[in-house]
């Protein structure tokens, strides 16, 4: 049993294959290595990219499929949001996200907090087994530094609350 806020480890992916009869071949080894290696959310594409560096044969279908694989085996997990590409991620213990709408970066977050939101009732019907909670807005790079905010400048906004003169 992996502690709580760890990353699944090359451990971890070996007892789970064993536990699956699911031969750890080098392709499987070599993604899990790089999807484990930092950006910690890397998308296909990213870990394609990094695989071929050392494995140039590996096609994409192939890491893909990889992926797909350790997902269902629960030795990795898939963040995704709507309309945005799947990115992946080794840590499969809880944790939330921040994630920047505009340059798609996504890092994680860590609250107790938010680990014990209480959950749907009974009532519902609905047996939670997970939650994640993804905060979507800009990050740091591309919020930029604090902008100081611009006076509102209506037209009539501040002569309504001129005293009159008296005369
Ligand atoms: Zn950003
Ligand atoms: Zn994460």
Do not use: N
């Not at 920047?100 to 609250?111: I, P, S």
Request: proline share 8%; net charge positive.
């Amino acid at each position: 049993m992996s502690r709580s806020g760890d990353a699944s480890t090359g451990a971890d992916l070996e007892r789970i294959c064993r536990e699956h009869s699911l031969p750890l071949t080098a392709q499987r080894r070599i993604v899990f290595e790089a999807l484990a290696a930092r950006p910690v959310h890397p998308t296909v594409d990213e870990i394609w990219e990094k695989v071929r560096r050392t494995m140039p044969e590996i096609s994409r279908t192939t890491v893909y499929r990889i992926l797909e694989t350790f997902t269902r085996l629960r030795a990795v997990r898939k963040v995704s949001h709507p309309g945005a590409v799947t990115r992946y991620e080794s840590r499969t213990s809880r944790h939330h996200h921040l994630l920047c709408l505009r340059c798609g970066r996504m890092e994680d977050l860590d609250d107790p907090a938010l680990d014990s939101l209480a959950l749907p009732g009974r009532e519902t019907g609905f047996r939670v087994e997970d939650y994640s909670i993804q905060f979507r807005g800009l990050c740091s790079r591309c919020a930029g530094p604090p902008q100081p905010r611009p006076r509102k400048r209506g037209p009539t906004a501040h002569r309504g609350k001129k005293p009159e003169r008296p005369r």
